[in-house]
């Protein structure tokens, strides 16, 4: 009833079993992440339609997004839809370290038939002491973090025999992914 004094629990109960089951889906989805459906992809046309979905919080926290694509980058075999999480994980990331503003680039480039993926920040970088960690489960320096959103990126890279790296920039950091073509042509 509204004036029963039970509401209030009820409700803060129902509000830690939705904070619970997201939890226990993130973890589904990272334990159980399907094999990927390989078509051949223009990276860009991803690149701008995560640019699109992160424009709003971006512009909210004076971070500009800048892009130094590829003219015209080899059609890559991937699972579009899980490489456009990769790349949104990797966007919130940087996002969330620069919360006063900064610069979030995306980069396309092509080497002989493969293809880099650089997203660089001027978050600040990443502490040195837990580098080697942050593709780990459950590792998070967040206080709400669940710590699955680095090694979700890391999975899903694997999964598709490709490779990612971390640099430390001047100002932030740069992940690197790396996808090698199958076909030597460039054609896919």
């Known amino acids: ?4 004094p039970r509401r209030e629990f009820a409700l803060i109960a129902k509000q830690e079993v939705e904070r619970i089951d997201k939890l226990v889906q993130e973890f589904f ?13 223009n990276i860009n046309d991803l690149i701008h339609s995560v ?16 892009e130094d694509l590829a003219d015209e980058p080899p059609l890559i ?8 999480q990769v790349l949104l994980n990797l966007a919130i990331n940087s ?6 503003g900064g610069t979030l680039v995306f980069r396309t480039l092509q080497e002989d038939n493969n293809l880099q993926i650089e997203i660089e920040d001027t978050g600040g970088g990443i502490d040195e002491n837990i580098k080697a960690k942050i593709f780990d489960p459950f590792f998070s320096t967040k206080d709400k973090g669940l710590g699955l959103g680095l090694s979700v990126v890391y999975k899903i890279v694997n ?16 992940f690197n992914l790396k996808f090698f073509n199958q076909n030597k042509s460039g054609k896919q």
């Not at 640019?51 to 800048?66: C, D, G, P, T, Y």
């Not at 075999?77 to 456009?84: F, M, N, R, V, W």
């Not at 996002?95 to 006063?100: F, I, R, Y």
């Open 1 to 4: 009833a509204e004036d029963s």
């Open 29 to 41: 989805h990272f334990a159980r992440a399907k094999e990927p459906n390989l078509e051949p992809t």
């Open 51 to 66: 640019k699109l979905l992160i424009a709003s919080q971006a512009a909210n926290q004076n971070v500009e997004i800048s």
């Open 77 to 84: 075999l991937i699972d579009a839809e899980q490489i456009k």
């Open 95 to 100: 996002l969330q370290a620069m919360p006063d």
């Open 159 to 174: 999964q598709h025999k490709g490779e990612i790296k971390v640099f430390e920039t001047d100002k932030g950091t740069r």
